[in-house]
């Protein structure tokens, strides 16, 4: 149970950046990216595409997919999502959906439907020995640290920055704030633009921890979302919660049964939508 509970941990960190950025976009902008999943298998064919550019570094490949996906962020906000924003979150789900449409097509046409990975010279496989019968991979501890600083990071811009205050200015009212001299359409975007970052730094693990696919983006995108959900709205120390909870409770399922684990997840987040709609630790309503 140790190690199964381990196993569950490590795999949360994962799933706490495939949500993060879908967090940030929600707490900010009342928006909810159903591309997301789309995204982060995007930035993670990005990385194999850069990789062979820069002499098949994987850490190189990265640093170069990073400063592009904060672009693309920005620039997709600026002028294709805020144009849907408003009381009627239809739109930005008909846009973003769209977009998750496309984002497959395009890479089946560049990549075709085989699984890719990202070589990392050897590091996905070296492991930790923690007793006789205990081994931890170094990869998915290098990402739980990953998860937990861009976690704490985020909550020290929202709550100790004025460019976090300026967020949450713009989130609680953006017509008051636009009285205070913000302009919140720019705002949007440098949130969009640092929750692309997330999903580029998301994509890039996941190629390196295991296989990607054109396919794979709409199951990525249901974790991401139950992560949030179950943590509640807007709160980033509950999007880490509620992704530990979801891979440790998929954990044990597969433990007691190799076809329970997802349904394990799906039933834990169906029963916090019965119990507590609002999730475990909402921030946002």
């Known amino acids: 149970m140790f190690e199964t509970l381990l196993q569950g941990v ?5 799933y706490t950046l495939f949500a ?21 298998v995007l930035a993670a064919f990005g990385v194999i595409a850069a990789q062979a ?31 849907t924003l408003g009381k009627d979150p239809l739109p930005s789900l008909v846009v973003t959906f769209g977009l998750a449409v ?24 070296q492991g ?3 007793g006789e019968s205990l081994s931890v991979g170094a990869l998915p501890l290098a990402i739980l640290g990953v998860a937990l600083a861009a976690t704490a990071a985020l909550q020290w811009l929202f709550g100790a920055t004025s460019l976090g205050r300026a967020f949450r200015a713009v989130s609680d009212d953006a017509e008051i704030a636009g009285l205070m001299g913000l302009d919140a359409r720019k705002l949007y975007a440098l949130a969009t633009a640092i929750a692309f970052v997330l999903i580029a730094i998301a994509g890039a693990l996941q190629g390196m921890r295991t296989t990607v ?43 007691l049964d190799p076809g329970w684990g997802i349904w394990f997840g799906h039933i834990v987040f169906l029963a916090v939508l019965v119990l507590r709609p609002q999730g475990l630790f909402p921030k946002t309503r």
């Not at 002499?55 to 906000?77: D, E, I, K, N, R």
């Not at 496309?102 to 496989?125: H, K, M, W, Y």
């Not at 696919?213 to 979302?225: E, I, K, N, T, V």
């Open 213 to 255: 696919a054109p396919s794979d983006g709409p199951l990525l995108l249901l974790f991401a979302f139950e992560a949030v959900i179950i943590g509640g709205m807007g709160s980033f120390w509950g999007t880490l919660a509620g992704a530990m909870i979801l891979s440790i409770t998929q954990q044990i399922g597969f433990r």
């Open 10 to 14: 490590l795999l949360g960190g994962l």
């Open 53 to 83: 550019g820069v002499g098949g570094s994987a850490w190189l490949a990265v640093l170069v997919v990073l400063p592009l996906a904060f672009a693309g962020g920005y620039a997709l906000q600026r002028f294709v999502l805020n144009g």
């Open 20 to 40: 993060l950025g879908q967090s940030l976009m929600f707490g900010v902008m009342r928006l909810t990216n159903t591309a997301q999943g789309d995204f982060i």
């Open 128 to 130: 930790l020995q923690l």
């Open 102 to 125: 496309v984002i497959q097509n395009l890479l089946l046409q560049l990549f075709s439907a085989d699984p890719r990975s990202i070589e990392t010279g050897g590091f996905n496989i």
